[in-house]
């Protein structure tokens, strides 16, 4: 089973930028797909991004599109979540998680393994 390492999180002001990272180990990197998730206080825990192994499907929620981007390394074994603009909504604890499918998804239900997350705090 793959294990996940967050991390890139902190305290930012409104429109500004992170880039989190999502380290990898334990198993094959190229046979997983992974997500980005997060969860504000009080919500549930919602998809922003996912990454297929090969790195030709990219999908993302409609409220980061055009703001935040997911990329891939595979050499490093390490998935980034680069956000910009960010919006005081957008404070959560962010996970990223593994998918042992082709397809990757962004429902919480259909992840394999989690890493222990990471928080993003954005002021206004």
């Known amino acids: 089973e793959v294990q996940l390492v967050e991390s890139g999180g902190g305290l930012v002001q409104a429109g500004g930028s992170l880039r989190l990272s999502c380290a990898a180990s334990?198993?094959?990197?190229?046979?997983?797909?992974i997500g980005w998730f997060r969860q504000a206080p009080g919500k549930e825990r919602e998809g922003v991004s996912c990454?297929?192994?090969?790195?030709?499907?990219?999908y993302y929620a409609n409220s980061v599109k055009g703001r935040f981007t997911i990329s891939s390394d595979n050499a490093k074994n390490t998935v980034y979540l680069q956000m910009n603009s960010l919006k005081p909504e957008n404070t959560a604890v962010y996970y990223c998680?593994?998918?042992?499918?082709?397809?990757?998804?962004?429902?919480?239900?259909?992840?394999?393994?989690w890493g222990k997350g990471t928080l993003v705090t954005v002021s206004s």
């Open positions: 990454i297929s192994s090969s790195s030709r499907t990219l």
């Open positions: 998680a593994a998918r042992r499918r082709r397809l990757c998804s962004l429902y919480y239900y259909d992840m394999d393994s």
């Open positions: 334990g198993s094959t990197f190229d046979d997983y797909t």
